[in-house]
T-cell receptor
Framework: DAGVIQSPRHEVTEMGQEVTLRCKPI?????LFWYRQTMMRGLELLIY????????DSGMPEDRFSAKMPNASFSTLKIQPSEPRDSAVYFC?????????????FGAGSRLTVL | DAKTTQPNSMESNEEEPVHLPCNHS???????IHWYRQLPSQGPEYVIH???SNVNNRMASLAIAEDRKSSTLILHRATLRDAAVYYC????????????FGKGTLLTVNP
């Protein structure tokens, strides 16, 4: 398995632009998580899905952020409009719910810079 | 709120054992203890987890106190590749699948 695949790996954009981050979870995994990491705040859980359904989006910072999971093999995290404070590394992770203790496998991350 | 307490940083020498402590004094009976690590410029990776008994795998050992209020991740022979931030996390039992990461422990391994 290729693991959790995220794209793009790096994104530089200007304030006000729309940003879309993509994630392909491990095949067979039915839970998907979006995290954001900054030096100041560490790793923060933004939202997670079970069986393509958003379960907890309490970590989504504001209405500018939205996440979708149209099918079991694809998810997007969108920021519109982007702001400099959104600059961070965004990680996607997936797991197999109900198996063992729900071990997460993380992608390599998408580093976002908003100028 | 990760509800675990770890030292900010630790230092070790290559080839020596490393004991990374974690306090989770408010742990409930159904909470798992997970350890992840994050190598520089990479996403976190799973290391080990346990519930009550000590656990061993190819990466590390996990020693869990009898009262479950603390645990220790043991790297038997540290290598330079083990330099990373190590996160100790309580994973609630039941249907809550969230993993909340704290600040972790930055492990430095000296050659």
């Amino acid at each position: 398995d290729a693991g959790v695949i995220q794209s793009p790996r790096h994104e530089v954009t200007e304030m006000g632009q729309e940003v879309t981050l993509r994630c392909k979870p491990i095949s067979g995994h039915n839970s998907l998580f979006w995290y954001r990491q900054t030096m100041m705040r560490g790793l923060e859980l933004l939202i997670y899905f079970n069986n393509n359904v958003p379960i907890d989006d309490s970590g989504m910072p504001e209405d500018r952020f939205s996440a979708k999971m149209p099918n079991a093999s694809f998810s997007t995290l969108k920021i519109q409009p982007s702001e400099p404070r959104d600059s961070a590394v965004y990680f996607c992770a997936s797991s197999q719910q109900g198996v063992g203790a729900n071990v997460l496998t993380f992608g390599a991350g998408s580093r976002l810079t908003v100028l | 709120d990760a509800k675990t307490t770890q030292p900010n940083s630790m230092e070790s020498n290559e080839e020596e054992p490393v004991h990374l402590p974690c306090n989770h004094s408010t742990i409930s009976g159904t909470d798992y203890i997970h350890w992840y690590r994050q190598l520089p410029s990479q996403g976190p990776e799973y290391v080990i987890h346990g519930l009550t008994s000590n656990v061993n795998n190819r990466m590390a050992s996990l020693a869990i106190a009898e009262d479950r209020k603390s645990s220790t991740l043991i790297l038997h022979r540290a290598t330079l590749r083990d330099a990373a931030v190590y996160y100790c996390i309580r994973r609630p039992g039941g249907s809550n699948y969230k993993l909340t990461f704290g600040k972790g422990t930055l492990l430095t391994v000296n050659p």
